[in-house]
């Protein structure tokens, strides 16, 4: 089964930048829908961008014009950019994968991104 590992998160100021990649292992992410997923306390998780095997992308609205949502299909990894943070992006983000929406969801372990205010 693939497995997915997030980089590390970390704290960033209001307005900043920061950027997550999550590696693949097991299996080849090509023919997958990867994405993003975030859960603040107290809170849901929430879907924040998926980009499909052909590279479209599809972004929540908090995070439209803000985050940017790529992949590597060689390199086997997903990436997070996120720009012009706001401490309500404060949240664990998870990595997530599946081929359809039939099959199971994969999830990474999540990386805490703290945005200070």
């Known amino acids: 089964q693939m497995q997915l590992v997030e980089s590390e998160g970390g704290l960033v100021q209001t307005g900043g930048s920061l950027s997550l990649s999550c590696e693949a292992s097991n299996h080849s992410i090509r023919m997958f829908t990867m994405g993003w997923f975030r859960q603040a306390p107290g809170n849901e998780r929430e879907l924040v961008a998926t980009?499909?095997?052909?590279?479209?992308?599809n972004y929540a609205e908090g995070a439209a014009g803000r985050f940017i949502i790529s992949r590597n299909n060689a390199k086997n990894r997903v990436y997070l950019e996120m720009n012009s943070l706001k401490p309500e992006d404060t949240a664990m983000y998870y990595c997530?994968?599946?081929?359809?929406?039939?099959?199971?969801?994969?999830w990474g372990q999540g990386t805490q991104v703290t945005v200070s205010s």
């Open positions: 997530v994968g599946r081929v359809t929406i039939s099959d199971p969801m994969l």
């Open positions: 980009v499909i095997s052909d590279g479209t992308t």
